[in-house]
């Protein structure tokens, strides 16, 4: 008996020594220790800062990350935002209706979310995916990415669940190199297309993919211009462009201190990861705030054949609208540059020709374009934002959405579609969002004010703005921040002003037409804005614009009216808006359809008159504090509460019930008191 508690004595010691050298086999120093948690902390804390909900596994198998679009047939469709994002859902659907649309391939938006969770890279479970994608365009497009003698040249754009117009980057162009150009150039016999193509990629991948301020480039083009007395890029001849291309390229060495990537697919990696960055720049996290876009969602990447509007004369791009955003008239709508890129469209650099003149230059591919987007409009039962390029008179599709318009637009365009059968009451109450309501209730111009008017641009967004002139964002926001109303003047906006548009009251911009950035981003937020108002010259260094005469310097008050587009001198009068029209037809059917009765907040007379003039059905909360804070009754207020004796409380009370109940200042019973 004692022989066996022994040995049990021994087996369990022997146990407890297993299992002390196994503890210490797995221990880890507590210096190893700290600096995992440390390091772990810090990515929670960047995953959190960014927005991005991480996925619990990257790179899963058996996962899809990559959907080819082409020749008719899309692996995915319009209902699909979630995944693809807008754009990419857009250019599955029109691919699939039968669409003119070049070959490409959509990465999604779960990918920008596995991208930020793998340390800012591309697991290569993805990058083997786009590799098929592409290698699927060149066969669809007759092309090789990176061939030299027939080179396939790619653009590379955003696309979230959601529209943020320009908020995110594009790389256009991508491909190019100086054997890839010089193949272009023999094949297309049409060497300035090419090195005009050239000069805008390293421009473009030197900003948008390294980082370097977009104004360095212009300055060195400007200075090109300058000295060959010319005023536009159109103008430039190939020595020039080449000459440029160079430039460029130096300053891109000198800034980061590499040679500018000759390698295309590389530029097509870098491409990718800077779109996929560019969900969280400061002007794209500044716009989700103020539209209440949530931050996981991240885009996608679509990636696509380039087109050309920069072949000559037959060739041209353009931006429109299936009706007018601005009024919501049923109208097609929209603007064009003969021999330009998108780009010069939307960042108001030449101010482009209205539509209708395509109809007399390119009668053809005018009728094709008119088709195809009646039939998109028709078929989301929504107006549809549009980019369109034309190659040496071939009509290409690059982008469909809903478009955004301004509250008195969707209003009308709602009770238009109702009584074209297009969508029901219900729907149609569904297409104005509440906060537009509040667009709706502003004041304009009082039509018969005395103004004077100064200048003259396209009227980009409806509604009237009074305020401080401020010539930078910056400004605009640390004006307004002082309870100061300002109006934000620039040559033309760019994505990166949109902090200083939020907080204007209106915009005015020297160049740029109805679908530059400034008119697409005003009328979604709402603001006033006249833009291409091409009289007014505008000095930012000296803070100052001039026109016809006048100089208006910062800080000096002027008016616009964003319906007429006229720019006024000081203050003009305001008036209410009224509840007619569209508008009032729009809110009777809210009332056959509510279920909840509508009383309002008013604490004077005045206001309670005006709500009862919108619908109101009564008053649901009065603060009787509110009513004493007119000019006239205030002081008598404080005269009560400071008063040193009953009689003089008395007498101020008097004097406010008379003020109350009997302006003509009769004397009253003292049952009232």
Not at 165 to 194: H, I, S
Not at 501 to 518: I, N
Request: aromatic share 6%; hydrophobic share 40%; with cysteine.
């Amino acid at each position: 008996m004692r022989k066996k508690k022994i040995r049990l004595g021994k087996a369990k010691k022997a146990k407890k020594e297993v299992k002390k050298k196994a503890a210490r086999r797995r221990r880890v120093p507590k210096k190893v220790v700290a600096r995992k948690v440390k390091a772990t902390k810090a990515k929670v804390k960047k995953i959190k800062k960014i927005g991005i909900k991480a996925p619990a596994k990257v790179g899963k198998v058996g996962q899809k990350f990559v959907f080819y679009f082409g020749d008719r047939k899309a692996e995915g469709n319009g209902k699909m935002k979630d995944l693809l994002g807008g754009k990419g859902a857009g250019l599955a659907e029109m691919t699939n209706a039968g669409a003119p649309v070049p070959s490409g391939f959509t990465i999604t938006t779960e990918a920008c979310r596995q991208f930020y969770e793998n340390d800012m890279k591309l697991p290569q479970i993805m990058e083997n995916e786009i590799k098929g994608g592409l290698k699927k365009v060149e066969r669809s497009m007759g092309a090789k990415f990176g061939d030299p003698s027939n080179p396939l040249l790619l653009s590379v754009r955003s696309g979230a669940k959601f529209s943020m117009p320009g908020m995110m980057d594009t790389v256009l162009n991508l491909g190019l190199n100086d054997r890839t150009a010089e193949g272009l150039a023999k094949k297309t016999q049409n060497e300035r297309f090419v090195y005009d193509s050239y000069r805008r990629f390293v421009q473009m991948f030197g900003n948008v993919v390294l980082g370097i301020d977009k104004d360095v480039f212009e300055k060195i083009l400007q200075r090109k211009k300058d000295s060959k007395h010319i005023k536009h890029d159109a103008s430039l001849l190939v020595e020039d462009l080449k000459e440029l291309v160079r430039k460029f390229k130096a300053k891109i060495r000198d800034k980061t201190r590499e040679e500018f990537p000759v390698d295309p697919h590389k530029q097509l990696r870098m491409a990718i990861d800077a779109v996929f960055r560019s969900w969280n720049n400061p002007r794209a996290i500044t716009y989700r705030r103020l539209h209440n876009i949530p931050g996981e969602l991240g885009t996608g990447v679509n990636v696509q054949a380039m087109v050309f509007g920069n072949l000559g004369e037959t060739s041209a791009t353009g931006v429109g609208f299936t009706r007018n955003p601005s009024s919501g008239e049923n109208k097609f709508y929209g603007e064009y540059l003969d021999n330009a890129q998108g780009e010069d469209v939307v960042a108001g650099i030449r101010t482009p020709k209205p539509i209708s003149e395509l109809e007399e230059e390119m009668p053809q591919v005018f009728n094709q374009l008119r088709s195809i987007t009646s039939k998109l409009e028709r078929h989301y039962k929504d107006v549809q934002d549009f980019e369109f390029t034309i190659q040496e008179g071939k009509l290409y599709m690059l982008q469909t959405r809903a478009g955004k318009r301004t509250a008195h637009a969707a209003v009308k365009i709602a009770v238009d579609m109702v009584k074209e059968k297009l969508i029901t009451k219900e729907e149609a109450l569904t297409r104005l969002e509440p906060a537009q309501l509040n667009q709706l209730l502003h004041r304009g111009i009082d039509p018969n004010a005395n103004v004077t008017v100064i200048a003259r641009g396209l009227a980009a967004s409806p509604g009237a703005a009074v305020g401080k002139v401020v010539f930078t964002a910056n400004d605009a926001v640390n004006l307004a921040e002082n309870g100061e109303k300002v109006i934000l003047v620039r040559h033309e906006t760019n994505p990166d002003d949109i902090h200083g548009m939020a907080a204007a009251e209106g915009v005015l911009t020297a160049r740029g037409g109805m679908t530059s950035h400034a008119a697409v981003v005003a009328r979604g937020m709402g603001k006033c804005c006249v833009a291409g108002c091409e009289a007014i010259k505008v000095n930012e260094q000296r803070k100052q614009f001039m026109v016809n005469g006048h100089i208006v310097r910062e800080r000096d008050v002027i008016s616009l009216n964003g319906t007429t587009g006229e720019v006024m001198l000081g203050e003009v009068p305001t008036i209410e808006p009224e509840l007619t029209g569209e508008f009032g037809e729009f809110m009777k059917w809210a009332d056959q359809l509510r279920r909840l009765k509508v009383r309002t907040n008013a604490d004077t007379p005045k206001d309670a008159a005006q709500a009862i003039k919108f619908g109101a059905e009564g008053i649901g909360l009065c603060r009787t504090e509110h009513m004493f804070f007119a000019e006239e009754r205030l002081p008598i207020v404080q005269e009560m509460i400071l008063a040193k004796t009953p009689t003089d409380r008395q007498a101020a009370l008097d004097r406010q019930l008379w003020i109350n109940f009997f302006p003509s200042r009769k004397r009253i019973s003292k049952r009232f008191l």
